[in-house]
């Protein structure tokens, strides 16, 4: 017994060693933290940019914001009229690759400016064949159960003005409706969650009501594409709501469907893909845990993505995949938290672009991922001065990553057969 004593004590000292070692930082000017953490899914949202809350018309007594109204400003002329042809339920459309770009306003009155109409032109210089387009209502917060328009939500016109626009100039669209809160920073959409069937129906309910009217009016101005929802992580549990609300919209739209899920996990999960045409994935992935990430850093932080969602075609592979958001702040450790548009840091460009590199090499073209179709990058705003040199946000706009941007999407792309193999 007396002699086990000094092994159990080399063995204590060795095991203490053995985690100190263990716990050894990486250099610093590799380390993106001190403690960089490793990847995880993330319950976290899209970087939407968010206004100040505006409350709806009628605010209910538990709130009390005043707020203006919305300025009238000059109209520019209207685009070249253009035929609005009824949207076409024909998969073969999603053969063609998507070159697309996220085009985004929070504000009424932005979408439809002489601003915007620049804005537009120098987007479609980059070789975009399509846009997003994104709408917002507003629920006061993760409990509440109506949805309503609010006076910075933009108009159908606002909408109209654009979708009209781009088809002039050939290129489609995808509307992409989403839900925010006006009065809960502590949340967000992806919370939003219900203990009572109550609840769930009055809010599904309100929700229906919101969807169904863009749906219609998808249908009216000839949109192509259109989301039935983004990142209601808590919300899309409930598969045989979800099935009931895209039955819903079929009967008023027949372009090609599509949900745009959070890169959280939420992807993964989702039931209901089938029911829908493509498979639509926001995608803010963490993908190292470097300050200054290389080439091989980044290819290799894309490799639990790639399986993750090679995986999520093999369960539905008859829907393939597009990324209906991605992209990444002109920051600092953009690759650490590109999900994260609330942080500050240093302005890198060259790491965004190279994040642009890493993303085309890996999703560009690959023969072994034929059912990968297509993105849209993560944003461009109606605004013709937006972005440069001194800019931290994601618009790439100005930027070393336009320029990557333009070479990808100004060359050719094959053609994907339809079985999505």
Same mark, same amino acid.
């Given at each position: 017994?007396?002699?086990?004593?000094?092994?159990?004590?080399?063995?204590?000292?060795?095991?203490?060693?053995?985690?100190?070692?263990?716990?050894?930082?990486?250099?610093?000017? !590799?380390?993106?933290?001190?403690?960089?953490?490793? @990847?995880?899914?993330? /319950? %976290? +949202? #899209?970087?939407?940019?968010?206004?100040?809350?505006?409350?709806?018309?009628?605010?209910?007594?538990?709130?009390?914001?005043?707020?203006?109204?919305?300025?009238?400003?000059?109209?520019?002329?209207?685009?070249?009229?253009?035929?609005?042809?009824?949207?076409?339920?024909?998969?073969?459309?999603?053969?063609?690759?998507?070159?697309?770009?996220?085009?985004?306003?929070?504000?009424?009155?932005?979408?439809?400016?002489?601003?915007?109409?620049?804005?537009?032109?120098?987007?479609?210089?980059?070789?975009?064949?399509?846009?997003?387009?994104?709408?917002?209502?507003? !629920?006061?917060?993760?409990?509440?159960?109506?949805? @309503?328009?609010?006076? /910075? %939500? +933009? #108009?159908?016109?606002?909408?109209?003005?654009?979708?009209?626009?781009?088809?002039?100039?050939?290129?489609?669209?995808?509307?992409?409706?989403?839900?925010?809160?006006?009065?809960?920073?502590?949340?967000?959409?992806?919370?939003?969650?219900?203990?009572?069937?109550?609840?769930?129906?009055?809010?599904?309910?309100?929700?229906?009501?919101?969807?169904?009217?863009?749906?219609?009016?998808?249908?009216?101005?000839?949109?192509?594409?259109?989301?039935?929802?983004?990142?209601?992580?808590?919300?899309?549990?409930?598969?045989?709501?979800?099935?009931?609300?895209?039955?819903?919209?079929?009967?008023?739209?027949?372009?090609?469907?599509?949900?745009?899920?959070?890169? #959280?996990?939420?992807?993964?999960?989702?039931?209901?893909?089938?029911?829908?045409?493509?498979?639509?994935?926001?995608?803010?992935?963490?993908?190292?845990?470097?300050?200054?990430?290389?080439?091989?850093?980044?290819?290799?932080?894309?490799?639990?993505?790639?399986?993750?969602?090679?995986?999520?075609?093999?369960?539905?592979?008859?829907?393939?995949?597009?990324?209906?958001?991605?992209?990444?702040?002109?920051?600092?450790?953009?690759?650490?938290?590109?999900?994260?548009?609330?942080?500050?840091?240093?302005?890198?460009?060259?790491?965004?672009?190279?994040?642009?590199?890493?993303?085309?090499?890996?999703?560009?073209?690959?023969?072994?991922?034929?059912?990968?179709?297509?993105?849209?990058?993560?944003?461009?705003?109606?605004?013709?001065?937006?972005?440069?040199?001194?800019?931290?946000?994601?618009?790439?706009?100005?930027?070393?990553?336009?320029?990557?941007?333009?070479?990808?999407?100004?060359?050719?792309?094959?053609?994907?057969?339809?079985?999505?193999?």
């Amino acid at each position: 017994m007396r002699s086990s004593r000094p092994l159990c004590l080399v063995l204590f000292l060795a095991l203490v060693s053995l985690i100190a070692c263990a716990n050894v930082a990486p250099p610093r000017e !590799q380390s993106a933290l001190p403690a960089a953490p490793q @990847y995880a899914p993330t /319950n %976290t +949202p #899209s970087p939407t940019p968010s206004p100040a809350p505006i409350p709806p018309t009628d605010v209910p007594d538990k709130v009390n914001v005043e707020f203006a109204r919305p300025t009238v400003r000059p109209r520019p002329p209207n685009p070249t009229p253009v035929p609005r042809n009824t949207p076409v339920h024909d998969l073969a459309a999603l053969n063609e690759y998507h070159r697309g770009i996220a085009y985004v306003a929070v504000n009424r009155d932005e979408y439809r400016s002489e601003k915007s109409r620049q804005a537009l032109d120098e987007l479609f210089g980059t070789g975009a064949n399509y846009i997003s387009l994104l709408v917002t209502w507003y !629920q006061l917060d993760r409990l509440s159960t109506r949805i @309503y328009r609010a006076d /910075n %939500t +933009p #108009s159908d016109e606002d909408l109209a003005y654009v979708i009209d626009y781009a088809h002039a100039h050939g290129v489609k669209v995808l509307l992409k409706p989403q839900v925010n809160f006006s009065h809960d920073d502590a949340h967000w959409r992806g919370e939003i969650k219900f203990e009572t069937e109550p609840e769930w129906e009055a809010w599904f309910d309100s929700y229906r009501a919101f969807i169904m009217h863009y749906a219609r009016f998808a249908q009216t101005h000839g949109v192509e594409e259109f989301s039935v929802g983004t990142e209601l992580v808590g919300a899309t549990t409930r598969t045989a709501d979800w099935r009931a609300l895209i039955g819903g919209v079929r009967q008023e739209y027949t372009g090609l469907l599509t949900y745009s899920a959070n890169h #959280s996990g939420e992807e993964t999960r989702v039931q209901f893909w089938d029911d829908l045409d493509f498979i639509g994935v926001n995608v803010f992935y963490h993908l190292t845990n470097y300050r200054t990430p290389n080439e091989r850093q980044i290819r290799e932080g894309w490799a639990l993505p790639v399986r993750q969602l090679t995986k999520l075609h093999q369960l539905f592979p008859n829907q393939p995949i597009i990324f209906t958001e991605v992209g990444y702040p002109s920051m600092d450790l953009a690759s650490v938290w590109p999900w994260n548009w609330q942080r500050d840091g240093a302005i890198d460009t060259e790491e965004q672009a190279m994040l642009y590199e890493g993303l085309f090499d890996m999703w560009w073209y690959h023969p072994e991922r034929k059912w990968f179709r297509g993105m849209f990058i993560w944003n461009w705003l109606p605004d013709p001065d937006q972005g440069g040199p001194d800019n931290l946000d994601y618009t790439p706009h100005g930027k070393p990553a336009e320029e990557v941007l333009k070479r990808y999407y100004q060359m050719p792309t094959p053609m994907h057969t339809a079985s999505g193999n």
